[in-house]
């Protein structure tokens, strides 16, 4: 059964009760920073005309605007005018998209790590350090971008510290800033909206189906809770090292191959909270 034969189908319950229930950190985030239900139906409604125009083609064609309208149940004339507009803005800044890849070959290459493959503390100019220096580390990745301003952005986001000797450190071994609030919005799009896409590729019986997996435990004190955040991250930060040096090894021997046009995400999160009665829970 395809995906254009499933929307004709009443949706399950138990889908509606997930979808509700994954609604729940959703809205509470949304309404923190004053976005209520009709702020958010309105921008719920562009990305349905947007989903229903792209992720659901018709065998005749083109897909108009009647058939979107059908689809996603906003309005025709409405449909026009979001059709028309560019509501979903998707490309990240580009020091955020050049400082995912400068952490990426900081935590994967050989040169940058010590024995514990932890990321060496790296002088900040070529003329102290050569190439393993930070400033070449940018480079390697981008010249447009010069390396004083990707460091100025990363001491402000509390990605990396600077020490006396004039050192750059990492200060967590993924691109994930202590500050910075629009660095984390996008985050939130990228890494939450691939994690529902798996979700929604297995639903849909897609084939293979993705890695989706979780460990829930409850009655834990919160002394115990604690030990499994530290050993949550310890075993996630080693994944995801592993995954980032083999995806850079592939990606440069894929380098010029015309079917070279896959990408990939792979991620981990921990999460912990007072397990109340009917507390965050929809069952």
């Known amino acids: 059964m395809d995906m254009n034969t499933r929307v004709s189908l009443v949706a399950p319950a138990t889908l509606l009760r997930g979808v509700q229930r994954l609604l729940r950190p959703l809205a509470r985030l ?3 920073y004053g976005v209520n239900y009709v702020a958010f139906c309105n921008l719920a ?8 125009a792209r992720d659901f083609p018709d065998d005749g064609g083109s897909v108009t605007d009647s058939r ?3 689809l996603s149940g906003v309005h025709r004339r409405e449909v026009k005018r979001l059709r028309e507009e560019m509501l979903l803005q998707t490309a990240p800044s580009p020091v955020v998209s050049l400082g995912a890849q400068v952490v990426s070959r900081w935590c994967a290459e050989a040169a940058f790590l010590d024995g514990q493959r932890r990321p060496l503390a790296l002088p900040r ?12 580390l940018v480079e390697g990745v981008s010249k447009d971008i ?13 990605v990396v510290t600077l020490d006396a000797d004039d050192r750059v450190h990492l200060v967590e071994h993924a691109f994930v800033p202590a500050r910075g609030f629009d660095e984390k919005s996008f985050y939130l799009g990228k890494n939450i909206g691939d994690h529902l896409a798996a979700v929604g590729h297995n639903l849909l019986d897609g084939q293979p189906p993705f890695l989706e997996r979780s460990v ?13 955040r530290v050993l949550s ?7 995801m090292q592993d995954i980032n040096r083999r995806a850079l090894e592939l990606q440069e021997a894929d380098h010029g191959r ?3 046009t896959r990408r990939m995400t792979f991620g981990v999160y921990y999460y912990s909270e007072d397990a109340q009665p009917g507390r965050g829970e929809v069952r």
């Open 30 to 32: 949304l309404m923190a």
């Open 45 to 52: 409604k562009g990305v349905f005309v947007d989903v229903a």
């Open 68 to 70: 979107v309208s059908l």
């Open 125 to 136: 100019l070529a003329s102290k350090g050569g190439d393993l220096s930070f400033e070449r």
């Open 146 to 158: 010069r390396s004083r301003a990707v460091l100025d952005e990363w001491l402000r986001l509390g």
């Open 216 to 228: 829930y435990c409850d009655g834990l004190s919160a002394e115990s809770v604690e030990q499994l």
């Open 233 to 239: 991250r310890e075993l996630a930060v080693s994944a």
């Open 258 to 260: 015309a079917d070279a």
